[in-house]
């Protein structure tokens, strides 16, 4: 079984803290991503439960042993780098039996684990080649099937699809997916990709200045933000945020306003709202609309700029005094660019946070 | 006319100009001078035309024959005994000079020679110490070329860390490289000193007085390798950074991917370092393999190319040759054999390390 636990995790360069102390439990058999903006420490802390860098302080178990000093190999892990790190003057079935030879295995578990990675990975008609004469993405494959073959319980990816090309991402994207299904191992993967967070994983670990924000489901996450930074941070295009006054609140419901929003009362989750002073106002642009009948929330506004995707549409409105706000309408539209709008929300799909 | 090349350039060779002019003067014109030098009898300083000669200064050179005696065999048949116990043979001088039967032995001598039964066989050269110095440089090349690379890539291993002060070792390792090599073998001369040496009186120490005073530099048999040991350590500094420059481009993720893996030290060596050092290793190589037979300052300095000519060498032999002797065209064709010979080490190492595909 190979649970991870990480307890109070921190890790110091001199005087420079990334890591804060990070409390997370990973369960056996999950994908768990460490989501976050670049320099917040997630790709460390991958790098500190693979063994690459030193714990300075703080507990790791993977699977209910403390690994904190113990060498990488000793881990029981695998690990897929965003560069491939795939040995250039070696073939790819050299490359992919890497760790069998310097294991000493014999020839015919060689063989017989080799020829299994390869038809996992499809790649059975590249086994010749050098890395030099594959692209992007079949060198990222080899760099999987590395990882495979010796069967370990973790799988750790960090930004394995960055240097891919978008198609060829969304391809790997499923790929992994697939792979974590059939495999049954638990994975950690590490990425600043929302869409690649939230279409991967069991559970997503949102970080910042090396400090866990939230961790939960992604559409827990997604629906129930614990913070203004998780809500901006997932989904796309991100989260509309509004400086609102706060007129009156009553238990969990407080009413808001601004000069271009009507009165709407809502529920207020989050603490630190109080009758008099001022909030921050979250909405989707998925959950805005100019139809009548779309909610009791009402933004006034004009159209400043629209692309049409075909299926979706995609507003960008200036709000009566003078805020950018994206509109995503799941049709196509037309809008006259410069008339004014009235948007409605349902309250319900609102967040409102503390400043 | 003026071709487009040469009009739409001008700014261009008028810059390379001054440079394109030194190399002409310095290096193509007396290498060309040298070949044509080598087919004369020309003299560094003389009041007689030179004249074309041929091949007269390769045969010289390069003149070898084989000569196999029998043993003087007196009335009875029985082989005559010299004094201390080996068979006597006919004296080589009896054929060497003014020998009629054997004109082509004129004027050689024995260079060595072997038994082969009752006969001995006989190596006899023209320019015996020309041969001494080719095989001389050989023994140096063949030694100073993988001794100072893989010291130079042990050193280079060692000090490719992050470690505090590393940059200290790495100055101490390269400084010998820019001190003169003229200046460290004079320094050198002093360390392999027959009474007072230090390594003499370094060695006298560890033994306790066991290992007696050598002079290092007068005997004939370790002037060459004391020779040798010098070499290797004024110019590994210069390879070592060369190396380091290699293992630099070898990027970390690779030795990442290598740790969690669990390859051990010995083969991440084996597997990602040394295949990624590839390039560097065969630079490093022809490097040191052609500033190896251009061997001459320390055997001008230490050793004059005795004692014996135990140190003789191929450069040495055309400068003493061509200055010392003043006979200029014998040393061009020295410079020239030296030249063929490299030219073919560098095309068979080329040819041994070409990219397989």
Redesign the interface.
Known sequence: MAAITLKGLKKSYGQAHVIKGVDIDIEDGEFVVFVGPSGCGKSTLLRMIAGLEDISDGTLTIGGKVMNDLPPKDRGVAMVFQSYAIFPHMTVRENVAFGLTISGASKEEKETKVAEAARILQMEHLMDRRPSQLSGGQRQRVAIGRAIVRKPQVFLFDEPLSNLDAALRMDMRMEIGKLHKALGATMVYVTHDQVEAMTLADKIVVLKDGLVQQIGSPMELYHHPANAFVAGFLGSPGMNFLEVDVKEVNGDRATVSNAALDPVTLTARHPGIKAGGKARLGLRPQYLSPDADAGAGVLHGKIALTERLGSETIVEAVTTDGKPLIVALARDAVFEIGTPISLRFDPETAHLFAL | MASKFVASNRTGWLMAGPAALVILSFVIIPFVFAIIFSFTNQRLVSPNPAEFTGLSNYRQLLGMSVLTLDPVKDAAGAVTMAANGTPEYPSLRSYTRNNPDYPNLEGMREWFSFSWGEARTYVLARDVVFLTAVINTFIFVILVAPLQGGIALCLALLINQRLRGINVFRAIYFMPVVVSIVVVSLLWRFIYDGDSGLLNNLLGAVSFGAIPKIDWLGNAHTALGSIIAMSIWQAVGFHMVIWLSGLQTI?P??Y?????????SW?TFR??TW??L?NTAILVLVVITMQAFGLFSQIDVMTKGGPLDSTQTIVFQAIQRGYGKQDISGGSAISVVLFVIVLSVSLIQRWLTREKA
């Open positions: 990027s993720t690779l990442e991917a290598a740790a969690i893996e669990g390859s051990s083969q597997y990602i295949p990624g590839r």
